[in-house]
Nanobody, 124 residues
Framework: QVPLVESGGGLVQAGGSLRLSCAAS????????IGWFRQAPGKERECVAA????????YYADSVKGRFTVSRDNAKNTVYLHMNSLKPEDTAVYYC?????????????????WGQGTQVTVSS
């Protein structure tokens, strides 16, 4: 089992920003793409962003494009999700996941290890 730990969630007002982090000890992320997913109550899990190994190629859902930025610091074995101009619709539990390859994919079927999630709540 590969433990992934998300952090940085919290409560923020609409229009605000948060930075989520996904970290693991060792070199767990080397050679693998990392995806960010979210799930709101009563809704299906969706991929909001993903980044390839070693970086440079990214995917963004239309709902977050232009507002969210995914990046990675491979030396620190950490992946970030910068969330700007947050909307109440962004409220969800956010998960990071390790891909089964180096490519950035949007399908959850392409990811094999998942973190426990961090709650993001955006108030009106």
């Amino acid at each position: 089992q590969v433990p992934l730990v998300e952090s940085g969630g919290g409560l923020v007002q609409a229009g605000g920003s948060l930075r989520l982090s996904c970290a693991a000890s060792g070199r767990t992320f080397n050679r693998y793409a990392i995806g960010w997913f979210r799930q709101a109550p009563g809704k299906e899990r969706e991929c909001v962003a993903a980044i390839s190994w070693p970086g440079g190629s990214t995917y963004y859902a239309d709902s977050v494009k232009g507002r969210f930025t995914v990046s990675r610091d491979n030396a620190k074995n950490t992946v970030y999700l910068h969330m700007n101009s947050l909307k109440p619709e962004d409220t969800a539990v956010y998960y990071c996941a390790r891909g089964s390859s180096s490519r950035a994919h949007k399908s959850s079927e392409d990811y094999d290890y998942w973190g426990q999630g961090t709650q993001v709540t955006v108030s009106s």
